[in-house]
């Protein structure tokens, strides 16, 4: 295979859409400007839907306020609180469920190293934090029966 025959002009745009976690991309004031069939599929809103919508479509109410004092900081200092490193929040569904995510940060910058925009990958945690929670139930159980 030629290393020097480009890439399909179109080879971005179907990486990000058929990309197998959810990706979502918001601007310097926190709508969404990208939004994969994965992100469709975990949070259920469409595109149509979801595209120029404040991220507060995906916020649980309660951590609104956290998430948009690190937002705003963030797009100030050009710095992130986990540097990128893989967190577990809660998400709001189109149906009104709140999920478990697993979701990953990072600053879009323009070429002045600006921060223009967030990007996150997300996957479903869902599953993982209830069997971590029966986990814990059973583990506290025996150290209960054991005392």
Not at 45 to 60: H, K, T
């Amino acid at each position: 295979m030629s290393h020097d025959t480009p890439p399909a002009p179109d080879i971005d745009r179907r990486c990000v859409e058929q990309m197998a976690d959810a990706l979502i991309c918001s601007d310097r004031q926190g709508r969404i400007v990208r939004w994969n069939a994965a992100a469709t599929a975990l949070f259920g809103f469409a595109p149509a839907v979801a595209l120029g919508q404040s991220l507060d479509l995906i916020i649980p109410e309660k951590l609104r306020a956290p998430h948009w004092s690190g937002f705003e900081r963030a797009m100030q200092t050009g710095v992130l609180r986990l540097n990128g490193q893989a967190t577990v929040t809660k998400a709001l569904t189109a149906d009104g469920r709140s999920i478990y995510v697993d979701m990953s940060f990072a600053l879009v910058t323009d070429d002045a190293g600006q921060a223009i925009g967030s990007v996150a990958i997300a996957r479903d945690a869902t599953r993982q934090r209830e069997e971590l929670r029966q986990l814990r139930e059973r583990l506290a159980a025996l150290a209960a029966g054991a005392a």
